[in-house]
């Protein structure tokens, strides 16, 4: 059995947390989440994630300073930025500096399992989406 | 689609200015800025369909959306119901001041919707498991019942204050069919021989009006022209009921844009239609008086509304090829011929 991709999941409005970690989980993702910006770098620090989900507007740390952080210390994991509505422009900026992609909420969470299904593949560790565990 | 809608907004705004600037006042300019108005109206309540579409479909529960999401559901309907006010207050300004109070009215409301710290769980929620009980869904669905809830009271509702504000400024608009004739007639605005439409050019009449008589198969308008494309030449009437009689009707027209109102004492019909092959763009809608049946007139998929006054009709978001071909049939249904 492959190795679960390990994920983190930060946004400061719980709501996402709680509904996108069954929905990642169902694909063997391996995810834990935060609404602290300051706890998830802690946690980043301590250990290399696949893939980081972050929104980008946060109290305290934004998401881009995340994703600095990130490429800093795991220059392999693949970050995902989730904008809010109608900050697409942002999004394509942050496109530019690196990010792997983004997606803008409200959003489904089988868009962003398609957006995991790429980064795993860009990571060498293919996921199927068609075996989504019930 | 936005680049032309400020297009419009904008050729509209210069003609307003154009009129103020003239010293004699050409009732046909007035007759065309009045139907763009009009139709700005419509765009604006369009709008507002269409954010109500959106809630309805994001309270599904299917969705990750969070706080700022209705917000701005909340204030983009406020704007959009702003702007439909702003156009009906063109059209009728004697309304201003109850149309005003009633929006202020629901511009607190929404003020109260987004200081709101804990949504109610609504009846609809309790009596439909599918909507989540998280806070953000449970505004949503506060948000949608002041959109479009079982109204408390006239005009309670978003969509039933719109709906209100759509009849009512029909039925000043429709008070003077009378008048309107009086008012081609005395600006030379005449029928081509054997036609029971006058023809306005909406663009080009609202800056110079025409002398000569348009044809309304020699302008170059493709609503028009598939109205009339199984019609019984343009002798069309929705007056069911009297097979022989005809009526007399008024066209203003662009290339893409068609508004068709019949001009007979004691009957309203109107219908506006955009054909550009552009989806988001193309749309049909009706209003016709409760002296007219519209089960005999309308294709399938229409959505309606039955008010005191009659009913409003509308297709959009949909196919062009299913706009043209509703137009056809439309036109076709309103041909004594057929009937």
């Known amino acids: 059995m492959s190795k679960s991709l390990e994920v983190l999941l930060l946004d400061d409005e719980p709501i996402v947390g709680r509904r996108l970690k069954p929905a990642l989980d169902k694909i063997g993702c391996h995810v834990e989440i935060f609404e602290n910006p300051i706890e998830a770098v802690a946690r980043i620090d301590e250990k290399e994630f696949d893939i980081v989900v972050t929104d980008i507007r946060m109290e305290k740390m934004n998401g881009m300073q995340v994703f600095e952080h990130v490429k800093k210390k795991w220059p392999r994991t693949k970050v995902i930025i989730i904008t809010g509505y109608a900050k697409m422009e942002l999004a394509r900026e942050a496109m530019e500096k690196g990010i792997f992609d983004f997606i803008a909420k409200p959003f489904r969470p089988d868009d962003l399992r398609q957006i995991i299904a790429r980064a795993a593949q860009a990571l060498g560790t293919p996921i199927d989406l068609t075996l989504i565990k019930d | ?339």
């Open chain 2, 1 to 339: 689609m936005h680049c032309r809608a400020v297009y419009g907004e904008m050729i509209m705004r210069i003609l307003e200015k154009f009129k103020k600037i003239t010293h004699k006042e050409p009732g046909i300019r007035d007759f065309c800025i009045q139907t763009i108005r009009f139709r700005k109206l419509l765009e604006n309540a369009r709008g507002l369909l269409a954010l109500l579409a959106d809630g309805n479909e994001k309270v599904l529960g299917e969705y990750i959306l969070d706080r700022h999401y209705v917000t701005s559901l909340i204030d983009s309907s406020v704007e959009r119901l702003g702007m439909m006010i702003y156009d009906a207050c063109v059209l009728v300004p004697e309304f201003g001041e109850t149309l005003y109070t009633q929006y202020d009215r629901h511009k607190r409301r929404a003020g109260e919707l987004i200081s709101q710290n804990s949504p109610s769980a609504t009846k609809d929620m309790e009596a439909n498991t599918n909507i989540s009980s998280d806070p953000e869904y449970r505004l949503l669905s506060d948000v949608l019942t002041w959109l479009n809830g079982e109204p408390s009271d006239p005009g309670s509702t978003v969509i039933d204050f719109m709906k209100q504000t759509f009849v009512r400024v029909l039925k000043h608009i429709d008070t003077g069919n009378n008048s309107t004739i009086e008012l081609l007639l005395s600006n030379n605005v005449s029928k081509a021989p054997g036609s029971n439409m006058f023809l306005l050019d909406l663009w080009e009449d609202a800056v110079v009006p025409s002398v000569k008589p348009h044809s309304p198969y020699a302008i170059n308008c493709i609503p028009l022209k598939l109205l009339l494309m199984d019609a019984d030449g343009d002798n069309l009437s929705p007056l069911l009921d009297d097979k022989n009689k005809t009526a007399t009707w008024v066209a203003t027209a662009s290339e893409y844009q068609l508004s068709l109102k019949i001009l007979e004492p004691d009957c309203s019909f109107h219908l506006e239609a955009t054909v550009s092959r552009h989806e988001p763009s193309d749309f049909i809608f009706i209003f016709a008086d409760t002296t007219i049946n519209t089960e005999n007139i309308l294709p399938q998929g229409f959505h309606t509304e039955i008010t005191n006054y009659g009913q409003l009709a509308w297709k959009l978001d949909t196919a062009s090829k299913d706009i043209e071909d509703s137009l056809i049939s439309i036109g076709r249904n309103l041909s004594p011929k057929t009937v």
